[in-house]
């Protein structure tokens, strides 16, 4: 059993046991990648203040997200094809979630549909709603997601039209796997990866296939996905979606200001402030860049969340302290499931807790909701002087 203490050690088991082709896609940025490596790198230019001599007994991370109680702020991101990191990997993600006291968020493109995931877990999750040309598939899964009883609505806003990944065509990414010799080379090295899903039957996109007229298998479902994502969404659509939902609703990739009012206005309950972990727009502002002027413009009149960049607790506590109320991972849990499915999601989750909880220590602080920007060493210079 190999010694975790690290996300990227779980990243680096991840590459070891999971095909190529599905941990490229995971570990990849749009075009450049810029906007995917200064999701992280920005996080190292804040640093921390360290305070002594402050009674640091009697701690907790416990807080809320959107009204609901949560062990610590940070939420499982919508991941798309989870399940093909590790067979039955959103159910997997959403017990280790459940367990820990965190909200797990299940993709529209998720491999275990959203009633799968249901019956495999106690408590509610969230669903992660992409906007697609067909009204009918909207209005269906947002039933669906009223059904299985999901507690919150995150809408993705951020992904009308696909982002180029140059690793995905290169690899020639498909499900299931295409058997070219680069491939067949790749899998004999992943058995373990194998032998999970010669046991599972969640092999295609569970919310899609057999919910959609005319798509059973997984050519026609390809020819469905790529003409579906709908290049007119638009505001007036979102308030549509709120009332058809009727519940709690988050808007995820939200990175400008002027976006950030809109949210308010159409009535989100909150909004992630997100560049979709550097997989869109190639160029744009790292997540905890963009963090200050969205919380000047609406901090105190809508709960912030964020993503983008997040691979350790320190990461989380500066995000917190710049004024987010809550904060999602993605591919740190990713790497944990590909890792070692449940347990390495788990895993993951322990080593951001732990991180959090000694970090805040070390700053004087002792709750998760006393964290402020008092907290931080902040560049001078970190917003940049941009002009529009
Ligand atoms: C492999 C992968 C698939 C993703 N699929 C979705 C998705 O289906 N829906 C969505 O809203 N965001 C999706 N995202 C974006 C994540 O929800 C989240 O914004 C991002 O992973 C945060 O960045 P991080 O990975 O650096 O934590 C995906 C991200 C990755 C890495």
Known sequence: MPIITTIQDLKDLHRRRTPRMFYDYAESGSWTEQTFRENTTDFEKIRLRQRVAVDMTGRSTASQMIGQDVSMPVALAPVGSTGMQHADGEILAAKAAEKFGVPFTLSTMSICSIEDVAENTTKPFWFQLYAMRDKTFIKNIIQRAKDAKCSALVVTLDLQILGQRHKDIKNGLSIPIRPTL???????????????????????????????????????????????????????????????????????????????????????????V???????????????????????????????????????????????????????????FVHGLGAMGEAGVTKA???????????????????VRDLGRHDLLIPEDFEGRWQA
């Open 182 to 272: 680069p491939n067949l080379i790749d899998l004999a090295t992943k058995w373990r990866w194998i032998a999970g899903m010669a046991k599972t039957k969640r092999h295609a996109f569970g919310n899609i296939v057999g919910h959609i007229d005319g798509i059973s298998d997984l050519s026609s479902l390809s020819v469905w996905a790529a003409e579906s994502f709908d290049p007119q969404l638009n505001w007036e659509e979102v308030k549509e979606i709120k009332k058809m939902w009727g519940g709690p609703l988050i808007l995820k990739g939200i990175l400008d200001a002027e976006d950030a009012k809109m949210a308010l206005q159409v009535g989100a309950d909150a909004i992630i």
């Open 274 to 332: 997100s560049n979709h972990g550097g997989r869109q727009l190639d160029g744009a502002l790292s997540s905890i860049r963009a963090l200050p002027a969205i919380m000047d413009a609406v901090g105190d009149k809508i709960e912030v969340h964020l993503d983008s960049g997040i691979r350790s607790g320190q990461d989380v506590l500066k995000a917190l302290a710049m004024g987010a109320k809550g904060t999602y991972i993605g591919r740190a």
């Open 349 to 367: 989750l322990e080593v951001i807790h732990k991180e959090l909880d000694v970090t805040m220590a070390l700053c004087g602080e002792t709750q």
